[in-house]
């Protein structure tokens, strides 16, 4: 649904620059399509689509508003201005007091064209108000500076709860659900865990406990035991939220919850198991604002970048990115999409599921259900003139050789495959029955990647590395020479866990004309990693090793993962 402040801007940006140009207005009819589906603001959609810069969007709401653009560059508002509103209405109607002018007082508001807020407020305080635009993630900022939410831990909670149990058996499981301790408890694990930038989390009953764990940075992290007796209201309360059947408990279900945190949308991609002790359910966050869908972001070397940068530009061809489950692979094609994704090209995903909305994009879930699969959106796409094409996952003989078809007739195709390493993917296509020809004539470049945690930058600690770290990466003396490795001590900053964010390691195999002729002749993978490596691949391990002299991660990790 399109929020008051959006449907707003795209009327101003209709009337005042859109006149006349009938290519714009269509344009800025896809925007307000794109708002109403997927609950994005106006200003992010028009800004991917390049259609106007954010600058350009805020000053013309402040010409409009006859106010002006706020840039706060962390001066400090006078302390009178902030108490006059209390840190719920602050924080409820997006402003913040920011100045006082001939008894008239100036709101930075997080949606200034919304009049429904400044009407209340103007009730409320009594006394005139002029709203003034600043760019939402540094309104965001600053209303966290001035106003910030006090937000309960799961521990506080628990506490709270002490001895509360549910009473009788027989009350149902939905009356349960909707208690108010279990509305707050599931609340704030959720909050939490979007607090801690968790990508998962997990709620597990046992026989005699209920353990909740979220996954931050790839690693597992236990929260503090609930009761036990809170396991099944607490995973119906989820089945209600995301829309699923609470009285069914022997079937997997899959389910979604869209919330908002501190006026941002946040996706929950829920999936039910049935278990012996109950039901185990998983949560997957996505968050856009922790993932940022930039290829200089990812952490990959500057020549494997270059190098793939030149692939994502090719007119046809296949570009697989491979690994285990995640180990990025999404992000990575994400992030190449926003890269490439300009008005001038139609581009169409085919997704299970369509993780995140990104503007311009024609994103399709697939639904086995609903006989809607990989392969019936395939074909389907031929017939919508695309320019590139995204397939989730080629998992099966029919899906790879459309995927082909399309690279052979003029389309460039972006998809995943699970292989250990890029030379292993030309016999993992083989097995499957694709010809040694066509995988020759059609793969522009394999990327197999891993994940591993950087060292946090709050508490990374130098020091010699000893003979059982060599030994463990395989090295000599020589070859480390007088370079000093690193761990992280722990701290508050990284939760004692001594890693903070993760990078890429990567191995990026180019498809030139020579790697073409020993694929087509179906030459074994080990010869052809080989003959790769002699053309300039480097592999995940020496990636590994090049972040560890660099000083972003650890022995451990560059081991556990290559």
Known sequence: MIDINSSALIDLLRSERAAGNPELMQHLNEVAEECESSGKSALAVVENFGLFTRQEMLELMAENLGSYVWNPRNQDIERYLIDLLEVNTARTNGVIPIAEQAGELHLAMRHPLDYQVIESLRFILGRPLLAVVCDPDVFENELDRYYPAKEDSIQDIISELGEYQIEEEDVPDEDKANEMPIIKFVDVVIQQAIRDKASDIHFEPFEKNFRIRYRVDGALYEMPQPPRSLAT???????????????????????????????????????CLPTSHGESVVLRVLDRTVVNLQLDSLGIGADVLEKLREIIQLPNGILLVTGPTGSGKTTTLYSALSEINKIEDKILTAEDPVEYDIAGLIQCPINDAVGMTFQK?????????????????????????????????????FSTLHTNDAASTVTRLMDIGVEPFLIASSLAGVLAQRLIRRVCPNCKTFYTPTENDLERLNLEPGQVGDRKFCYGKGCEVCNNTGYKGRKALTELMLINDELREMIANSTPANIVRDRACELGMRMLREDGLQAIFNGETTVDEVVRYT
Do not use: C, M, W
């Open 377 to 413: 959106a395939l074909r389907a796409f031929l017939r919508q003139d695309p320019d590139r094409i995204l397939v989730g996952e080629i998992r099966d003989f029919e899906t790879a050789q459309i995927a082909i078809e399309a690279s052979l007739t003029g389309h460039f195709v």
């Open 233 to 271: 209201p607490v995973i119906s309360r989820i089945k209600i939220i995301s829309g699923l059947n609470i009285s069914e408990r022997r079937r997997p279900q899959d389910g979604r919850i869209q919330l908002r945190y501190n006026g941002r949308p946040v996706d929950l991609r829920v999936s």
